[in-house]
């Protein structure tokens, strides 16, 4: 079977009935662009489109050599950050990697409010950038799908998936982490377990709830029940309270929790326990499926007990770095998706006991 020829310029300027140079401009995605008419420009872009042309990165290596410099994209506002801030880490090792391997960093802000967006009008704004680092929670795939059909090198901190598409990313071992809290749990002795996870079913809540129950067989344990837990501050507190009854009545001695990025869920459950007069953990024992925010300073609004919470930490620096070292190896290789999953560490508090 004769492999389908790879679209050039050549190809989309006589598609759009402009010049080559015109096309290089366009495409380019720099400030030169912006000297081609929006009329023209669109025709370009919608050329390049139809045909699925993509940058040929390794062409663009020998013409020029690398920008040796790498990017960072943050899909949440997160600069600037101070070392409170659940992704000051992340920065910190992505920036000192960057400056070890000899580049520089950008840092990638997006243009205007609201959503945030890689592509603005059509452009991919990260290839000033060699490959981009991208972060964050509330990602657009979309974007992510255009990036993957550009070949454009990326790195996701944190686990990410696209239909039809293999990602490269480093992520935390939620799973194994979240299987052997169950299991640390279980040789405690306690038997009836419950689960609050956010209703957002992102891949890292998944990976939780698929240690949860991979705890739970471990343990010879039955299935235990799974509870979501709205956005709304006000709904969450009506809804905490209901199950707290609920667990009381049903022998649930344990409790896992995800931490909201906010750590609301965190404090709303202790206040919602403080009502009822239950005790942690001589009353119910909860463990933490993550590091609550660095800003839960004793208290503080999201941490008012200043309670040292048993859970499992993330390694976030080294995450940050990680990803641009599998950058670097992607821009050397270019032979497909790398990824990397790092082991989460348990750290022993004071909010798991013995059963009641």
Same mark, same amino acid.
């Given at each position: ?181 169950? +299991?640390?749990? !279980?040789? $405690? &002795?306690? %038997?009836?377990?419950?689960? =609050?996870?956010? /209703?957002?079913?992102?891949? #890292? ?65 202790? +206040?919602?326990? !403080?009502? $009822? &007069?239950? %005790?942690?953990?001589?009353? =119910?024992?909860? /463990?933490?499926?993550?590091? #609550? ?64």
């Amino acid at each position: 079977m004769t492999q389908r020829r790879r679209p050039t310029q050549v190809d989309i300027a006589r598609a759009a009935g402009v010049s080559q140079a015109t096309v290089s401009l366009v495409v380019s995605g720099g400030q030169a662009s912006n000297q081609v008419a929006e009329q023209t420009r669109r025709a370009v872009l919608d050329a390049a489109a139809r045909l699925g042309y993509t940058v040929n990165t390794a062409a663009r290596s020998l013409k020029g050599g690398r920008n040796r410099m790498l990017g960072l994209y943050t899909f949440e506002p997160v600069f600037p950050v101070d070392q409170r801030d659940f992704y000051f880490p992340f920065l910190l090792g992505v920036e000192e990697a960057t400056a070890e391997f000899g580049y520089d960093l950008l840092l990638f802000s997006s243009v205007g409010t609201g959503e945030r967006r890689i592509y603005t009008g059509g452009i991919n704004r990260l290839k000033v950038a060699d490959g981009c680092v991208l972060l964050g929670r509330h990602i657009d795939r979309a974007d992510l799908a255009d990036l993957v059909r550009e070949d454009f090198p990326f790195v996701f901190v944190g686990r990410r998936e696209l239909p039809g598409a293999e990602l490269s990313y480093v992520a935390p071992d939620y799973v194994g982490a979240t299987r052997d809290m169950v +299991r640390r749990l !279980a040789d $405690a &002795g306690h %038997r009836r377990l419950a689960y =609050l996870r956010p /209703a957002d079913h992102q891949e #890292p809540t998944r990976d939780r709830e698929a240690g949860f129950r991979a705890g739970l067989a471990d343990a010879g344990l039955p299935d235990q029940p799974v509870h979501e837990l709205p956005d709304d501050a006000a709904t969450t507190t009506t809804l905490l309270t209901d199950l707290l009854q609920r667990w009381l009545a049903d022998g649930v001695t344990a409790l896992l929790v995800e931490p909201s990025e906010d750590d609301q869920t965190v404090a709303a459950l202790e +206040r919602v326990a !403080a009502a $009822a &007069g239950l %005790r942690i953990p001589e009353d =119910l024992s909860v /463990a933490l499926l993550g590091d #609550p925010s660095p800003s839960s300073t004793p208290g503080s609004t999201a941490n008012p007990s200043g309670r040292d919470w048993t859970r499992f930490t993330l390694p976030r620096e080294d995450m940050g770095r990680a990803a641009v070292g599998l950058l670097l190896e992607i821009l050397d290789a270019d032979d497909g998706p790398r990824r990397l999953s790092v082991a989460c560490t348990p750290v022993d508090g004071d909010s798991v006991g013995s059963p009641r």
